[in-house]
């Protein structure tokens, strides 16, 4: 049942995010959201413009006294993963996000994504541009929109369209953390056509479903060590092929590119007198699966349902050349930064692998903090698709952003926090894709720091974020505006 959030803190921002989720907003799909923006602005009488991507601007004037500021922008997106549980129905174009406020001290959504990365962040600027208590120079906040899924909004943004020489990202997931920089990305789709042929005599149709993993940004949680289903349908398939003649009919593996495929689907058929052989190989095989990510995937799922056997399948040498595909193609974390401990500086993650209409598609997002290494990850993909004689397209591209130790703003925000909660803040970078990277091609000048509150498996339906951490960030955000540089 949906909660009532206004009796959290900070009231103003938990309702304007309770509006968020009020409102259908999916990547490329945020026609609603935006509606909805321009009427609050109106109803609170806040200043906004609108571009022609659909990026909103609010303004709101320096508190008397504050006229001298440096003008800071706050920027957040609009738009969320959508990603639901296989028992969780949910039309994500209609329905709305139910929040659920956990006796854990974290808020949750009923069986699906949050929205939490990024509409928290987008709430607190829109809660302080309607705070009538609160000091601050010249202010704006930026919404951005369709950042998950191509950063849309922010390769649109024109110059002159913001005033502000500071940025404020509030996008990024661990409280008493300062972001200075972070990986560009790209994405590469393989595509090659399959024949299908009749399904032989004697066949029975089964649907493999492999659900229950833990999926999740595929940027922060790719060396976590989760399993991707993508990788786990070709294992077990290949050798289902070559051992008990399965012949394969369809491929529903993964749903977005930024996210670690959790689920994956498959329709087969299997000759009557092997269907005995093969319930046992299937048993063994999911034993071996879930023993192997026993502790990383304990939620692990392998079912094999009958179904009406299909009336065509591919043909043997595409979907061997189609399983071969998925296993060869890399995965994971391929290299760590040497200049930030602990930091991936160079991934990619197998997202989707679909057969759609006589064609195989798979999807992968490539990402480094180094533009060099991101290229030569991109040639490799293209120097697998030539040995495979498939297409490959390169396509999405996005910069990262280059960490500025001698920022002037990461030394005011530095002194801030530890002036109000007695710690230093940890200074760090992010292994995904930030705007802040586009932003700098058009704003050169901006200084930038990324931040926000505690929050855990975005992208993914296990999304959370801790309520008490939003607060806390409120209150440092709301202090970081009072101590801006004077020009």
Request: with cysteine; aromatic share 8%; hydrophobic share 40%.
């Amino acid at each position: 049942m949906k909660q009532d959030l206004s009796s959290l803190y900070p009231s103003k921002l938990w309702d304007i995010f309770a509006g968020i989720c009020a409102i259908p907003h999916p990547s490329k799909h945020e026609e609603k959201i935006l509606v909805w923006l321009k009427e609050w602005a109106e109803k609170n009488n806040v200043d906004y413009t609108q571009d022609e991507t659909g990026n909103f601007v609010f303004r709101k004037p320096a508190t008397p006294g504050y006229e001298n500021c440096v003008p800071v922008i706050m920027q957040g997106h609009i738009d969320m993963v959508p990603q639901a549980n296989a028992d969780t129905p949910h039309d994500f174009y209609n329905d709305p996000i139910i929040p659920v406020i956990g006796e854990d001290g974290w808020l949750r959504a009923k069986g699906t994504t949050l929205g939490a990365d990024n509409g928290i962040g987008v709430s607190v600027g829109m809660a302080i541009m309607i705070s009538k208590d609160l000091e601050h120079g010249p202010l704006e906040v930026l919404v951005t929109v369709d950042e998950e899924t191509g950063m849309t909004g922010a390769f649109g943004l024109k110059p002159g369209f913001l005033k502000g020489e500071i940025l404020l990202n509030l996008d990024t997931e661990d409280e008493g953390e300062l972001y200075v920089g972070c990986a560009g990305g790209l994405d590469a789709t393989f595509e090659f056509n399959y024949n299908l042929v009749d399904t032989p005599d004697n066949m029975k149709g089964f649907e493999f479903a492999l659900t229950g993993l833990k999926g999740g940004h595929s940027g922060m949680d790719i060396n976590l060590g989760r399993a991707n289903a993508n990788k786990l349908l070709a294992r077990f398939f290949k050798k289902a092929i070559e051992n008990y003649g399965v012949r394969i009919a369809n491929i529903n593996g993964g749903s977005l590119r930024n996210a670690i495929p959790r689920e994956a689907f498959v329709t087969f058929a299997i000759p009557e007198n092997k269907v005995a052989e093969f319930e046992k190989y299937a048993t063994k095989f999911t034993s071996i699966l879930t023993s192997e990510y026993a502790v990383t995937e304990p939620n692990m799922t392998i079912l094999i349902t009958p179904i009406e056997t299909p009336k065509e399948v591919m043909g043997t040498i595409c979907q061997k050349n189609t399983l071969n595909m998925i296993l060869a193609i890399p995965n994971g974390a391929l290299r760590m930064s040497d200049s930030m401990p602990g930091l991936v500086e160079t991934s990619t993650n197998l997202a989707t692998v679909k057969t759609i209409n006589g064609k195989v598609i798979m999807g992968n997002l490539l990402r480094s903090s180094v533009e060099t290494a991101k290229e030569a990850l991109g040639e490799k993909m293209v120097a697998i698709a030539e040995l495979l004689g498939v297409s490959v397209e390169l396509a999405n591209g996005y910069s990262g952003w280059k960490p500025n130790m001698n920022s002037p703003i990461l030394k005011t925000m530095q002194e801030v926090y530890k002036n109000k909660f007695g710690v230093t803040p940890k200074i760090n970078a992010i292994h995904a894709g930030l705007e802040c990277g586009l932003f700098s091609q058009v704003y050169p000048n901006w200084d930038m720091i990324s931040c926000g509150p505690t929050i855990k498996h975005p992208h993914s339906p296990d999304e959370k974020v801790n309520i008490e951490s939003v607060g806390k960030f409120w209150d440092f955000i709301v202090e970081t505006l009072k101590h801006i540089p004077r020009k």
